[in-house]
């Protein structure tokens, strides 16, 4: 089994030797792939603080679509495959240029301690 997908733009391929069966994708994307706006807290898939974009083919429509994944911390990260995703780096930066929602947001005081900014953001970004 090999899984191959991106994140915010960079490919991925991933097989159990490589990466553990039971890697959720809010493991990968902070411990694989270095990206640690995406947050955890609940573990659960209640809180929305791991909140992601997937991009892709419809299974059964084939159209290419887009939706929010509210529990990055329980999908797995082999249900990926064929996907590109977007965490909350791959929609703006300090460094790249903030998107809109994350300039608005830091321009209102919308922040809080913002560990769930994040989550708030993608949430929004959908």
Known sequence: MEANFTINGIEFKIT???ISIETTLNDFIRK???LTGTKFMCLEGGCGACIVMLKGVHPVTKQNTSWAV???CLQNIYSCHGLDIITVEGIGSKKDGMH???KRLADFNGTQCGFCTPGM???MFH
Do not use: G
């Open 121 to 123: 953001v993608m949430n």
């Open 100 to 102: 809109k929602i994350q």
């Open 70 to 72: 509210k529990n990055s």
């Open 16 to 18: 159990p030797s490589t």
């Open 32 to 34: 694989h792939a270095k």
